[in-house]
C-alpha cells in the first residue's frame, strides 16, 4: 500500500485529536463523571449532604433513606461485591434507577441518581421496566 500525503495527514490530524482528548468516545458527561466514591454509608451520604435514616443495619448490610434537595433515595452499603450484586439483581426486577460503586449503590428516580453521580461517581443501572406489561 502506498501512504500518500492526504493519508498522512488524517493519520497526524487523528494522532493529535487522541493527544488533545477529543476522541470518539470522550464527552462532556463522561468528564464530569468522577471517580466512584468510597467508605461508609455515613461519610458516602455526608458527600452528597444527606443525613441518612438508617433502616438495616447488619454485618451483610446497611440500607438507609435519605434526602437531598434533588429529592429521597435509598443508600445502601455492602460488606461483600457478590452480597452487593445479588441484591441489585434481585432490585432490579422492580425497575427503578440505580447509581453503583464500589460496595454500595443508591437508588432513586433517573434524576437523583444522575445529580448523586455527579459527586460520587459511580455507573448507572437501570431495573425493569415494567410500564410495557399489560395484564
Known sequence: MRVTRPM???????AVLAL??????DSTAEA????????????????????????ID???????????????FVFATFATDRGQREWINDAKDYGGFYLVGRKWVAV?????????????G?????GTDHSKHTG
Do not use: H, N, Y
Not at 8 to 14: D, H, R, S, T, Y
Not at 20 to 25: I, W
Open 8 to 14: 498522512l495527514a488524517v493519520a497526524g490530524a487523528a
Open 20 to 25: 488533545a482528548g477529543c476522541g470518539a468516545g
Open 32 to 55: 464530569r463523571i468522577p471517580v466512584a466514591a468510597t467508605g461508609s454509608l455515613e461519610s458516602l451520604a455526608a458527600k452528597v449532604k444527606c443525613a441518612p435514616d438508617m433502616q
Open 58 to 72: 447488619s454485618d451483610e448490610v446497611r440500607q438507609a433513606i435519605c434526602k437531598t434537595s434533588a429529592g429521597k
Open 108 to 120: 432513586g428516580d433517573d434524576v437523583v441518581v444522575k445529580t448523586l453521580q455527579t459527586t460520587l
Open 122 to 126: 459511580g455507573e448507572e443501572e437501570i
